[in-house]
């Protein structure tokens, strides 16, 4: 059972701006902990996107961006490509005794 | 560069065990906790052990505690996960993935091995 909430699916046309959320709780997001993100595409293994909030590793292109604020954080795609069609997760940590590392649940992008 | 590679997935039955293992190359393996993480055949992710660096912790999942073990042999650059008493919703790829202390976050996952528990 997933401690961090995101909508199952965002679409957008090239271009586009999408933006996908990620809502947690005073024990996770809102206890001041990071939020990272990773893209999955079918049949591989997820990739760190974004680390610490808002950083880029190295060769993820600068369409990427993310923020957190209180108890949700966000991730954003502007000018979408058809490349980006894939899975993206959100990632914290629960200071409460039930789970210590959560994912979020998921966001399928689209690109029409 | 870091790689992860994992091997021992398979078919087994509903009650029986399976051992997971993870070979790391690339990177200091000893001065880097690592984690088992799993995704359910369409479905999410989800975490399942982490183990310190020095082996001196270990946490688990509750849907897995007391039936799968995390373990390390730093001397091997190994990771292991054997898995006890596998029911149905074991069903998943299992992913090892590198953990950055201090910060939180997974920076380098292997390509994952499949694992069906089915009779």
């Known amino acids: 059972q997933s401690e961090l909430t995101q909508p199952p699916s965002v679409s957008g046309a090239p271009g586009q701006r999408v933006s996908i959320s990620c809502t947690g709780s005073?024990?996770?997001?809102?206890?001041?902990?990071?939020v990272h993100w990773y893209q999955q595409f079918p049949g591989t293994a997820p990739k760190l996107l974004i680390y610490?909030?808002?950083l880029r590793p190295s060769g993820v292109p600068d369409r990427f961006s993310a923020s957190k604020s209180g108890t949700s954080a966000s991730l954003a795609i502007t000018g979408l490509q058809a490349e980006d069609e894939a899975d993206y997760y959100c990632?914290?940590?629960?200071?409460?005794?039930?789970?210590?590392?959560?994912f979020g649940t998921g966001t399928k992008v689209t690109v029409l | 560069q870091v790689q992860l590679v994992e091997s021992g997935g398979g078919m087994v039955q509903p009650g029986r065990s399976l051992r997971l293992s993870c070979t790391a190359s690339?990177?200091?393996?000893?001065?880097?906790?690592m984690h088992w993480v799993r995704q359910a055949p369409g479905k999410g992710l989800e975490w399942v052990a982490f183990?310190?660096?020095?082996?001196?912790?270990?946490f688990y999942a509750d849907s897995v505690k007391g039936r799968f073990t995390i373990s390390r042999d730093n001397s091997e650059n190994t990771l292991s996960l054997q898995m006890n008493s596998l029911r149905a919703e074991d069903t998943a790829v299992y992913y090892c993935?590198?953990?950055?202390?201090?910060?939180?976050?997974?920076?380098?996952w292997g390509q994952g091995t499949l694992v069906t528990v089915s009779s």
């Open positions: 993935a590198r953990w950055v202390d201090g910060y939180n976050y997974f920076d380098h």
């Open positions: 690339g990177f200091a393996f000893s001065t880097y906790g």
């Open positions: 183990v310190w660096s020095d082996e001196s912790n270990k």
């Open positions: 005073s024990s996770t997001i809102g206890a001041g902990y990071d």
């Open positions: 610490r909030n808002t």
């Open positions: 990632q914290s940590f629960d200071a409460s005794l039930r789970a210590r590392y959560v």
